[in-house]
Structures are given as C-alpha cells and as structure tokens.
C-alpha cells in the first residue's frame, strides 16, 4: 500500500461538494484507473493526493516508507491534462524544472533529464521550444518532466484526452512500455472506458458528483498489452462490465 | 514521431525589398507632388516649404539642429530607464498584495490621465533644474504603459503552471524568477514599446513648455525659435528630425522585442508556409 484515502470529503470554497466519503485504496506497482463521468471529481482525487489541497474532512495515509505521515514524500509525478510547459523554455529546461526547483547540482541533474527525454524518445529534441512540437510530442515532454524526478507515484489526469486517436494509442502503449520496465505506481484519471481498461491492472470506477468510488474491477489482461489485447474477447468483456458499472454509478 | 517545425530565416534581400518599397513610394510620391504644388502655386516659403529646400536647410543648419537632437534624445531616453525601472519595480510591488495595487493603482492612473501640457509649467516652476524637470514630464507619461502591462503579464501566470511549481515546492522567490516573470515579458516589452514614443513626446512636449518660459533645450525649442524668427524651413527640418528619431525609437524597441521574443513567442514567431 502507498497512499490511503479515508471517508474523504471534498468541499470547494463556492458549496460545490465535489467528493463525499470517499475512499481509495492505491497499492504499491498498480496501474490503477479512476473512471467517472465528467465532474465527479477525479482531477479533485489526484490534485488532494498530489497535496494541491486540503481535505475538507476525512484522510489521506502514506506507507511508513512514503515519508512523514500525512505528507506527500514529494516523489510524485504529475502530469495534467495539458501539456503545461514553459513556452520560453527549451524541451530540456522543462524537463529539468522540478530538478532545478530542488536545487540538485547540474552535474547530477544532467543525467537525469537525459534519462528521462530518453524515455519518452525525444532525444535530439532537446533544444526545441515547445511551439515547435506536435501535441503528442509535447505530451511526452510533460510526461519526461514527470519521470525526470523518479517518482514513486505517478498521477496522470487525462493526459491524453486531447490528442487524436492515432497518437493516443501510440502514447498508451508506450505509457505501459516504460511502466513494464519501471514499476511506478500509477494514478490514471479517464472518462474512457477503453483506455481504462486496456492500461489498468484495477479500475475504481466512480459515481456522479459527488464522487465516492462505486466499485472496483480488477483486470487481469495479458501482461503484455498490445493491439492483440485490444482486440480480443477478454478486453470487450471488460469493457462491457466496466460500462455497466459506470452506467449504474452514473445513476446512482 | 513528428518532426520539429523548421522556422525559415526569411530576412532575405526580397522580403526587405518587399517591405520597404511599397511606403518608400508612397513617400516619394508624396514628397514630389509636394515640391510640384509648392513651386506651381508659388506659395511663400514663411507659409509652407517645398521638401527640398527643407533638406537643404537640415544640412545648412546641421550644426545646431545636431546637438539640439542630441538633447532632447537624452532627455527621452534617460525618461525611459527610468519609467522602465520604476515602473517594473512598482509592477513587482503591485503583485505583491492586492491592497497595495487597489491602493495605488488609481493614483498611477490619475498621474497618466493628467495632461502633461497642464501640469509641466508647475514642475519647469518648482523643479529648477530644467533638464530634470523635463525629464520628469518625460517620465510621467512614459511610465505608465509599462506598469500596466507588467502587472498584467506578471499576473498572467497559467495556472498549471503554478501548480506544478507549487507540487515540486518551489518558494516564492523561484515562482517569481522563474514563472512569473518569463511571463511578464511579453507584455513588459509591448509596454516598453509605447513607451518609447511616448517618452519622446513628453520630453518635446515639456520642452515646448519650457522653451515658452524663456529656457533653451532640445528640438522643440528650435521649432519654438525657428517659428517665433519665421524660418519656417528650419522649424520643418526640426519637426522632421523629430519624427525620424521617434520612428527610430519604435523600430529599436521592436527589434529588441523580436530578439527577446522570436524564440518562443506567438506575437514574433513566423508562420508556416
């Protein structure tokens, strides 16, 4: 277990409720998916555990190991919705920010931001400034930035969601390439019931506003997920058990 | 995998060409049908001057126009530093807290708004240093575009950013280096733009004041004087000069925005195809 969430509660300054007695269980190495309509609260999810707010009632509980309790160890990796880069930085400045906002020496950080542009296959785009990259390229500058620090959690809220079809298959299967290889803990916000279920090893599926986890759904797919997996029986029994929880917490 | 968007250098002799051929004949039309109605109707030089006699007296008169430039530019330039510095660092202080921009803010506008005609006579009076008076006018009218467009820019922050800045724990001191103020610079440089001209025409404008009050400075007294001794063909050379150094003034500006900018921002970025 890495982060625990208690009966949480989610109030916003304007009345909004956005989270109610929620609780969320993310186990060390999982790819766990929070799936829910739109508005219920899953970017709020990410942003309380990421500690960019407090919780109007209820828990937040970090593994002995993940630090002083109640604090985020600041090993975690955030990737938002939009790419969010420093339009006057170059591909690696960004990369290099989180480093560089710790004060880690240059001789450290270096290898680290070249590491992790490696990752996300950008090398050679080092000195491009993000106007000059395609969205998915950006995308993958973003996800980089987030890598750079070696998170032990890593959350992402919807961070393919505006690109095309063609890019975000591409991006998904290279998003679970590198999580193959480096076992983070990952925390993925979708409204998609297919990503969801072609990336996850659990989906918490969520109700409407305000959100509370409605139920969870273990998948377990093929270790290797490929364009196989998203074709196969298995994935489209999946998804239709997913959806008919979505729908039913949707209603509910 | 995308490739990078090549960005063309196309600074070549053609766009150039294309660029200034077009308003530089404009111009020359305009300058010879002036030269044709003033020689044809035989109209007085003390009315109006044709523009080669204009020329011929900006060489003549070289010797005094020159120096006079030289003032007036040092007067317009020392304005806008120091616009630039303090008008920055009341920008910095304005984002500060919000009860310091909703307590001062109005008075900056207030000293913007207030004809500078009005109120030069009063500073040229209990300023009695004239150069510093001058400057002072200069500054009052150059200031303000460049303190509210910093603050904007300053307050322009995306705000994922500032999450994620806020995520990796960064202080006060490296939100301000490092976001908020690349932020600001787009906007600070389009208020330094305006400001430029604007520096100018306060210092001509409190000059022309001056020059009333019986104190010699700068261009505008040598079209004060040139007017009151009726040599019109000087006072037009004067004026002349005056306007080359403003459309001076503005293209270094824009240069220097283009340079800072062309990197990384819309507004100097060029278009594909």
Not at chain 1, 73 to 96: E, H, R, S, Y
Not at chain 1, 216 to 230: K, L, M, Y
Request: glycine share 8%; with cysteine.
């Amino acid at each position: 277990m890495i982060v625990r969430l208690r009966n949480v509660d989610k109030v916003y300054a304007n009345g909004v409720v956005a989270l109610r007695g929620l609780d969320l269980d993310v186990g060390e190495g999982e790819f766990l998916s929070l799936l829910g309509p739109s508005g219920c609260g899953k970017s709020t999810v990410l942003r309380l555990v990421a500690g960019l707010g407090e919780v109007s009632s209820g828990r937040i509980e970090w593994s002995s190991a993940g630090g002083p309790a109640g604090q985020p160890t600041g090993d975690i990796g955030f990737v938002f919705q939009d790419p969010t880069l420093m339009p006057w930085a170059t591909v690696w400045k960004n990369v290099l920010l989180p480093l560089k906002l710790r004060r880690l020496a240059p001789d450290e950080s270096a290898p680290r931001v070249r590491e992790a542009i490696a990752m996300v296959g950008l090398e050679g785009f080092e000195k491009a400034y993000p106007r000059e990259l395609s969205g998915g390229m950006k995308m993958r500058v973003s996800i980089a930035r987030a890598l750079v620090t070696r998170p032990r959690l890593l959350l992402m809220d919807e961070p393919f969601a505006s690109l095309d079809e063609i890019t975000r298959f591409k991006l998904d299967n290279d998003l679970l390439a590198l999580w193959a290889r480096q076992r983070w803990t990952v925390v993925f916000v979708t409204h998609s019931v297919y990503e969801s279920v072609y990336l996850s090893t659990r989906i918490a599926v969520m109700t409407a506003r305000p959100g509370r986890t409605a139920g969870n759904v273990a998948v377990e797919g093929p270790d290797a997920r490929d364009e196989a997996f998203r074709t196969s029986p298995l994935y489209n029994e999946y998804c239709r058990n997913v959806s008919a929880r979505l729908a039913e917490a949707s209603r509910a | 995998m995308g490739s990078v968007a090549v960005r063309p250098r196309r600074w070549g002799v053609g766009r150039i060409v294309r660029l200034v051929l077009p308003p530089a004949g404009v111009g020359l039309a305009g300058l010879v049908i002036w030269e044709a109605v003033v020689r044809l109707q035989q109209i007085p030089i003390y009315i109006l001057p044709g523009p080669w006699l204009i020329l011929q007296t900006l060489v003549k008169d070289w010797g005094t126009l020159y120096p006079s430039l030289l003032v007036t530019l040092a007067i317009a330039g020392a304005a806008l530093l120091v616009a630039t510095v303090a008008g920055v660092m009341i920008a910095i202080l304005f984002t500060q807290s919000r009860w310091i921009e909703l307590s001062l803010f109005p008075y900056a506008v207030i000293l913007q708004v207030t004809p500078i005609v009005a109120i030069a006579p009063l500073i040229i009076i209990w300023v009695k240093n004239i150069p510093i008076a001058l400057l002072i006018c200069a500054w009052i009218v150059a200031f303000f575009p460049i303190v509210s467009n910093t603050t904007l820019g300053l307050n322009s922050v995306d705000h994922n950013l500032l999450n994620l800045f806020q995520l990796y724990g960064a202080s006060r001191r490296q939100i301000f280096w490092h976001l908020r103020l690349p932020s600001a610079m787009p906007y600070f440089l389009g208020g330094l733009r305006i400001s430029g001209g604007l520096a100018l025409i306060g210092a001509v404008v409190a000059e022309f004041v001056a020059g009333t009050g019986g104190a010699q400075s700068g261009l505008a007294y040598r079209v004060l004087e040139s007017g009151y001794t009726m040599q019109i063909p000087r006072m037009f050379a004067a004026l002349f000069m005056i306007t080359c150094t403003g459309v001076l003034i503005f293209v270094a500006l824009t240069a220097l925005s283009h340079l800072v900018l062309r990197k990384w921002h819309e507004s100097a970025a060029e278009r594909e195809g």
